[in-house]
Every structure is written in structure tokens, then in C-alpha cells.
Nanobody, 125 residues
Framework: VQLQASGGGLVQAGGSLRLSCAAS????????LAWFRQAPGQEREFVAA????????YYQDSVKGRFAMTRDNAKNTMYLQMNNLKREDTAVYYC???????????????????WGQGTLVTVSS
């Protein structure tokens, strides 16, 4: 599976961006989909994930109510709609996928074998 992330950019605090991640090589069927991010000088962290086994999307607490993860199976593309952006959302955002797996590893980056190249989101005050 090859993933291509796009949609990052510079936005003012309170603004919105939509990230996209297009997959080639196979469809999303039977795969868990996720977004992670890595802020400058920080470890990469979980942002959101869709678990295919129960069709539920999970979010990091700090983005709940502001970010929404969706997917278009026909286009093999997943999205991260980010609203009311804050300076602390500044990071490189990565999309990742893995074959369907157990829930308790959903937030672990090591459980995802396929990664996009990352797209930079910069939120200014």
C-alpha cells in the first residue's frame, strides 16, 4: 500500500484545513486507518483512527469536537477535517494504515506498517 498525504499549509488560529491521504495498491476494505502527528521536538502522537472491525472512529482528547476523520472508499482516500485550529496543532501530519487488528493497539504507531510521507500544518497566532 502506498499513501500520499496532502493538504497541509499555513493557517491562522481558529481556521480550518482538510488533509487528504490517497492510497494506491489496494482498497481500504479490511484496513484500519489512522492519522498521527509530530510537532517540532516532540514524539509522534496519535490523532485519530477509524477501526474497520467496528466502524468506529477514535480521537485524541485534544482534538475531539474539532477534528473529523472521514473516508471515501470509492476514491481510496481518507480525510482529516481540522476546524478551530490552535497553535499547538502545528505539526507534520502522517496518515497510516494497517490490516484490521485489535482495538488496544489502535493508537500505537508501531502497529501500522504503511505510512504516508507527511504534510506540514502550521498554525499561526
Amino acid at each position: 500500500v502506498q499513501l500520499q498525504a496532502s493538504g497541509g499549509g499555513l493557517v491562522q488560529a481558529g481556521g480550518s484545513l482538510r488533509l487528504s491521504c490517497a492510497a494506491s495498491g489496494r482498497t481500504f476494505s479490511g484496513y484500519d486507518l489512522a492519522w498521527f502527528r509530530q510537532a517540532p521536538g516532540q514524539e509522534r502522537e496519535f490523532v485519530a483512527a477509524f477501526r474497520s472491525g467496528n466502524a468506529i472512529t477514535y480521537y485524541q482528547d485534544s482534538v475531539k469536537g474539532r477534528f473529523a476523520m472521514t473516508r471515501d472508499n470509492a476514491k481510496n482516500t481518507m480525510y482529516l477535517q481540522m476546524n478551530n485550529l490552535k497553535r499547538e496543532d502545528t505539526a507534520v501530519y502522517y496518515c497510516a494504515v494497517r490490516p484490521r487488528a485489535v482495538l488496544n493497539t489502535l493508537r500505537l504507531e508501531s502497529s501500522y506498517p504503511y505510512w504516508g510521507q507527511g504534510t506540514l500544518v502550521t498554525v499561526s497566532s
